[in-house]
């Protein structure tokens, strides 16, 4: 069965950076394309980044680029978000997903889904 599940959310202050990892199982992130996305109360869910299994490309939305990074670790089979010079309005509901196709406009439709992590940016 494929599955995911988000771990490493947490309160941090603006500036600050967070490590989210997104754990598989069921399959292999080597071969599975994973996306990241996010969501705020009472807004919509997000695009925030994704890898693509069949050559690797990554993507991010533009309100992260060059602070975020997405990177996988075949090894431990996880597809981490390195969150850097967070800021306030980072502050939302993190979420892995696989089974979905990573382009650019991060607009895939996924269909396994983890439960989410809180990412709070507030001093």
């Known amino acids: 069965q494929v599955q995911v599940v988000e771990s490493g959310g947490g309160l941090v202050q603006p500036g600050g950076s967070l490590r989210l990892s997104c754990a598989a199982s069921g399959f292999s992130v080597e071969y599975y394309t994973i996306g990241w996305f996010r969501q705020a109360p009472g807004k919509e869910r997000e695009g925030v980044s994704c890898?693509?299994?069949?050559?690797?490309?990554?993507y991010y939305a533009d309100s992260v680029k060059g602070r975020f990074t997405i990177s996988r670790d075949n090894a431990k089979n996880t597809v981490s978000l390195q969150m850097n010079n967070l800021k306030p309005e980072d502050t939302a509901v993190y979420y892995c997903a696989t089974e979905g196709v990573c382009e650019p406009t991060l607009r895939g439709s996924y269909y396994v889904w983890g439960q989410g992590t809180q990412v709070t940016v507030s001093s």
């Open positions: 890898v693509r299994s069949s050559d690797g490309s990554t």
